[in-house]
């Protein structure tokens, strides 16, 4: 069966300092990855999706990038994190579209 | 451009009872997907139930089911039987061009 993991499940970093945030899909092959986040008591934001290797889409511009270093993980990085940047982080992975997403248990970070 | 609203931020039900959650969508596509997740206070998502447009048939699992109008473009959510663990966010999506649209969430309390 299929699984996503997500990490860390919390994170609490000073202003400035770097972010990097990972999450990999067992058993599956080529699936297509999503960064998502999500403010307090809002609704879900897309950030990035990857559809494969090195393939990365960015769809809000601002202070992350992603990375997709191998086939199924992928990286949500910062160099200087602001602390506009704290929020809920989840990430996910579908593979066919028609069953939807599947989400990891999400990463809450705080930016102090 | 495809959009999905929630018009309805919280609402409320009494345990057992029956509640209904709305959505509706906006779309040029005749071919499409929908979706109902769940985030209970853990905040991991949980996929609740999907519905295909080109099926007239509402999906059903268990307790939970959906009232799709495609010419409407309404997707609403019955809960029945309504039960503590019930108490999430619950969020629409749409699925097209093979990106997710989700709606702003419904909140919902479910009262002992």
């Known amino acids: 069966s299929q699984t996503i993991h997500q990490w860390p499940a919390t994170l609490v970093q000073p202003v400035g300092s770097p972010l990097s945030l990972e999450c990999t899909v067992e058993g599956t092959s080529n699936p297509n990855l999503y960064w998502y986040r999500q403010a307090a008591g809002r609704g879900l934001q897309l950030l990035f999706y990857s559809v494969g290797i090195g393939q990365i889409s960015s769809e809000v511009p601002q202070n992350l990038s992603a990375s997709r270093p191998q086939d199924r993980q992928f990286i949500l990085s910062s160099k200087k994190l602001l602390l506009s940047d704290s929020g809920f982080y989840l990430c996910?992975?579908?593979?066919?579209?028609?069953?939807?997403?599947?989400f990891g248990s999400g990463t809450r970070l705080t930016v102090v | 451009a495809q959009t999905v609203t929630q018009s309805q931020p919280e609402m409320s039900v009494q345990e057992a009872e029956t509640v209904t959650l709305s959505c509706t969508y906006d779309t040029s596509e005749s071919d499409y997907y929908l979706f109902w997740y769940k985030q209970p206070p853990s905040r991991q998502m949980i996929l609740v139930i999907r519905?295909?447009?080109?099926?007239?048939q509402n999906a059903t699992e268990n307790r939970f089911s959906v009232n799709f109008q495609k010419a409407a473009k309404s997707f609403s959510l019955k809960i029945s039987d309504s039960q503590l663990g019930d108490a999430a966010m619950y969020f629409c999506a749409y699925i097209g061009g093979n990106q997710f649209y989700f709606g702003t969430g419904t909140s919902l309390t479910v009262i002992p």
């Open positions: 996910a992975w579908e593979r066919l579209v028609f069953y939807g997403y599947t």
């Open positions: 519905q295909e447009a080109y099926k007239q």
